[in-house]
């Protein structure tokens, strides 16, 4: 396995020392935050000056976390879409990632299933396009209080896609907070549909109660072990795939990100660690 440290676990944070903290913490790669690309670019610095500071600390750039809202279909917003796509697929090009995580959200929310399905898909193929010219490739996580958000339809909606770069990440809050997906689907698995593990935990509302965005920090705020997720089996069902890739130790709690940082960076690696070794 590759331990990585998620950029969303040490939110308050720059890149620069994030790539040092996992070093420091025992952590082999890096998730970085699309936000935080975003800003450093902002800020008037360039992909390129990251270079010497994954050497010298030898952590590799794996994920870049994320694409969102993937299911923009209007003229100007579907432009601005693509528009981030260039910039991250040409940002994750100069540093050496090779996987982009890519978000369908709630933009088509009310419309029949398959046609939220066929448009999405219309997307992700042109994003999957823009990515292969760079080297890139783009792993889709299923969002637990979106209209895609059981492991199935990320399977159905991947086939339509029929891209060999999009894929999967596996992420256990979400699929699991769904309510349609459990480790015995993932364990059915082909390992190769697997670019990435996002290892986390929470709660969840009642399956008969209806929930949103606005809920999500609460119901995660929880260290991989304190939530209700069963961990333990989760993480069995990935390895008896036999994946041996990215593992991504992701926690969203504010009341977590007023740690110190690398109390924060520590803690999930050793969450990870007793779990998923």
Not at 100 to 115: D, R, S
Not at 181 to 205: M, N, Q
Request: charged share 30%.
């Amino acid at each position: 396995m590759i331990p990585c440290m998620h950029g969303l676990s040490t939110m308050h944070c720059n890149i620069m020392t994030e790539i040092r903290l996992a070093r420091e913490t025992e952590f082999e790669a890096l998730e970085i935050l699309e936000t935080k690309i975003f800003r450093f670019l902002e800020a008037g610095h360039r992909p390129e000056e990251l270079l010497p500071i994954f050497q010298k600390h030898n952590i590799r750039p794996v994920t870049i976390n994320a694409l969102k809202s993937i299911e923009r279909v209007q003229s100007e917003e579907r432009k601005q879409l693509m528009k981030e796509c260039e910039t991250l697929c040409s940002f994750a090009e100069i540093i050496g990632c090779k996987t982009i995580q890519v978000v369908p959200l709630c933009g088509l929310e009310g419309k029949p299933q398959n046609e939220i399905m066929r448009l999405t898909a219309e997307n992700i193929r042109e994003i999957a396009d823009i990515g292969k010219q760079h080297g890139v490739r783009f792993q889709l996580e299923p969002i637990a209080w979106s209209p895609i958000h059981s492991l199935w339809q990320s399977i159905d909606l991947v086939n339509m896609v029929d891209r060999d770069n999009v894929r999967m990440v596996i992420d256990f809050w979400h699929l699991w907070a769904g309510w349609e997906t459990g480790p015995e689907d993932v364990a059915k698995l082909d390992k190769s549909w697997i670019y990435s593990v996002h290892f986390c935990d929470g709660v969840r509302p009642p399956k008969d109660v209806k929930w949103g965005a606005e809920r999500e920090m609460e119901l995660r705020s929880y260290l991989p072990g304190e939530g209700d997720i069963p961990v333990q089996e989760w993480c069995d069902a990935v390895k008896s795939t036999g994946f041996d890739g990215v593992w991504s130790s992701e926690l969203l709690s504010e009341k977590h990100w007023e740690w110190d940082l690398a109390d924060i960076a520590r803690e999930t690696k050793e969450r990870l660690d007793r779990y998923a070794k």
